[in-house]
């Protein structure tokens, strides 16, 4: 009896890690998540009840078995770019939401069950805030973006960013989870009405708002015409060794002067168009950027934008003195600074520089880099130089030299990232585009994930998204999040269309993630209690004991 009740829990939390991970693969919608967490819940519950049975580390194993099936099928796909980096990151990933999971059965134990349901909430959205921000950042499993498919179930991002589809998924799951063990229970639903409602209302409500926003959102037409460049070049065997930088410059143009035409305001090429040895000292002076800029003189309402690697010498000798992260030249022992960029060149002399901020664990970047940076050899991939790849602290808007529109230059895993996304609004950006190049995830779930995350940040902040990526998938999506007009994986090609400027600032771009925020702090708080009281309890124990003595 034992061993099958202990083979029902296992099944139950594999199901929930099935049911999380489902969405984030392209058959499946965002709405199973609403349901994902309950059979986890039951497994919860059980040990609850049976707490003089059971110690709380044995939910910790079930938890962690859920989370390790949510991630291997939602991104397992990881293993294409880096098997190290896969297992390190689905494993790392899965102990800490069990140790989160945990530590709501823990709360509940000590406190009791309002005060630990409490505690789910804020502790599981806190840490999804705290994913935005930590050094080990990882928000691609933030549970809100499970909807990215869903965008007519989601309008209302505009007011929550995706942090608000967490805590929808954490209400209904939990409410109807309430529900369900009520009448396993009891065998009727009596007494439950105000929990139906209640469970109608919280699944059904944001679905009418969402349907009404998105049936009745009307785009101001102030239209811009873009062109984007999908060369399909393979970064595993073209990008760095197959072809030269000329011959993949060549290939970039001739896509360019395939669709361009005098009324055309942007070009947007892909992430590392010009990747060999742009010093940015010398940046005007570069074969490729002469090239480009050549072409653009043709065009004078022209503003091309692509992504390039760069570098910028440091004049401090000294290592003690130079950020962890510098670079160190072999042949002169000369420091610089390495950067993943884009640029916009037009007919001005001014070639504005954006430095990629949100860069990737383990291959842009080594977290940590004061204590860890002797980590560089082995995880940055930076040819004979050694380090990080730098960022900047502010957001970089590059303007348009015919009208006053301004352009939010995003660059690849930086459109995971919500709030820091608005953060490029204030300084006029009317329109976002993305260079990436989404061929280091091959032909996986990788690319389509990211091709989807896209579209939230159209909702969150109502501007319109040029998404040029070397690979596919290359896209315009509108302020409502719905695509266009898009290319196909693996295909070189180039397409042109229109979308609108806004400037119009969303509820979320103006208060960014503050529902994260706030359970942020009261995670905090309860962490705290937990701890406070749990030391009460231990202290009055011992004085029992010492009495009974």
Known sequence: MQRKKQNRLLMLSILSGLLLGLPWLEWFSGIILLVAFIPLFFVEDYLFNNKAKYRPVVMFGYAFLAFLTWNIVAVSWIYKVTIPG??????????????????????????????????????????????????????????????AKDIALIQWYEFTGVLGGSLWI????????????????????????????????????????????????????????????????????????????????????DLAESIVDSSMEYMIAPETTIHDSLWQKDIKGHPSVERVQGMVNQYPGLNFILGVDIKRALQETNRNNVPPEAGQKEDDGAFFMRYNAAIQIDSTDHIPVYYKSKLVNGIEKVPYPGIFHFLSNWFVDVGDEIGSLGTQDNREVFHSTGDDAGVAPVICYESVYGEFITKYLPYGADLIVIITNDGWFSNTQGYKQHLNFARLRAIETRRSIARSANTGISCFINQKGQIMKSTSWWKE????????????MT??????????????FLGIFALLYLIAKILIMRSKNADLMKLRQ
């Open 86 to 147: 896969a297992i390190f990151v689905i494993v790392t990933n899965s102990l800490l939401l069990a140790l989160l999971f945990f530590l709501f059965h823990v709360t509940k134990r000590n406190m009791g069950i309002a005060f630990g349901t409490f505690s789910l909430f804020v502790y599981w959205l806190g840490w999804e805030y705290f994913m935005f921000h930590a050094e080990l950042s990882f928000p691609w499993l933030t549970l809100g973006n499970g909807f």
């Open 507 to 520: 509820f979320y771009a103006k208060f960014g993630n503050y529902i994260g925020r706030i359970s942020a």
């Open 170 to 253: 954490l209400i209904v799951s939990f409410t109807l989870f309430a529900v369900l063990r009520h009448y396993i229970l009891y065998k009727t639903f009596k007494g439950q009405t105000t929990r139906l409602v209640f469970a109608l209302i919280v699944i059904v409500g944001p679905v009418i708002v969402s349907s009404n926003i998105y049936s009745n959102y009307e785009e101001e037409q102030n239209p811009v015409k873009v062109g984007l460049i999908q060369p399909n070049i393979d970064p595993y065997n073209e990008k760095y060794t197959g072809l030269t930088q000329k011959e993949q410059i060549d290939k970039i143009l």
């Open 493 to 504: 090609t180039a397409i042109k269309g229109t979308l609108n400027k806004n400037r119009e």
